[in-house]
C-alpha cells in the first residue's frame, strides 16, 4: 500500500482550494455571487449617510437589499436552469444553487456589523460607512486571490494586479448603480 506524502505545515496553513469536489461551474457561480454580493451592497453603502447609521435605518436598507438580492438570484438560477435544460432544477441543483449563491450574502455581514454598532452607538455612523465601504473594495481586489484559490492555482503578483483592476470596475459600476438609482 503507498501512502500519500505528508502534507507540509504550509500546505495545512494555506489552501490553494476551497473544496477539491468543487467543480467548474461551481466555482464561476460562487465568484459571480461574490462579485454581485460586493457590488451590490458597496453601492448601498456609499449613499448612506451618518444620519441613516445613528436612526438604524442603514443595517436595515444593507440586509434588506443582500437578502432580497440573495433570493432573486436563487430564484433566477432556477429559472435560468430551465430554460438551459429544458427541465426543473432537481431539489439537490436548488440546494447547490442556494449554497453558491451564500457570497451575495456574506458580502453584507461585515458592513451589517458595523453599521449596527453605529446605529447602537458604539461607533460613528461616518466611520461605520467608510470602513464598510474599504471592506468591500478589500473584498472586491482580493477577487484575483480568490479566483486562483477556486482553481487551485498559486497567486502571482498578476493577480494582485488583475484583482486592483477587478476591484476599480466594479466600484465603478456600483457608482454607476448609485448615480443613475438615487
Do not use: C
Request: no cysteine; proline share 3%.
Amino acid at each position: 500500500m503507498v501512502s500519500a506524502k505528508p502534507e507540509s505545515m504550509r500546505e495545512r496553513v494555506v489552501r490553494y482550494r476551497v473544496d477539491r469536489s468543487l467543480t467548474g461551474d461551481q466555482a464561476a457561480a460562487r465568484i459571480t455571487a461574490y462579485l454581485y454580493g460586493n457590488i451590490v451592497v458597496f453601492a448601498t453603502t456609499v449613499p448612506l449617510t451618518t444620519g441613516d447609521a445613528a436612526h438604524g435605518h442603514a443595517v436595515q436598507l444593507l440586509l434588506g437589499v443582500a437578502v432580497s438580492t440573495y433570493l432573486a438570484h436563487v430564484f433566477s438560477e432556477i429559472v435560468g436552469h430551465q430554460a438551459r435544460a429544458g427541465e426543473p432544477m432537481t431539489r439537490a441543483g436548488i440546494w447547490h444553487e442556494i449554497g453558491d449563491s451564500r457570497p451575495i450574502v456574506s458580502s453584507a455581514l461585515v458592513p451589517g456589523l458595523l453599521l449596527a454598532a453605529a446605529w447602537a452607538g458604539w461607533t460613528a455612523g461616518d466611520t461605520a460607512i467608510l470602513l464598510s465601504e474599504i471592506y468591500l473594495l478589500i473584498r472586491l481586489a482580493l477577487v484575483g486571490f480568490l479566483l486562483e484559490r477556486l482553481r487551485s492555482q498559486r497567486p502571482s503578483i498578476h493577480t494582485f494586479v488583475a484583482g486592483l483592476v477587478l476591484a476599480a470596475v466594479a466600484a465603478g459600476i456600483a457608482l454607476i448603480k448609485v448615480y443613475l438609482g438615487h
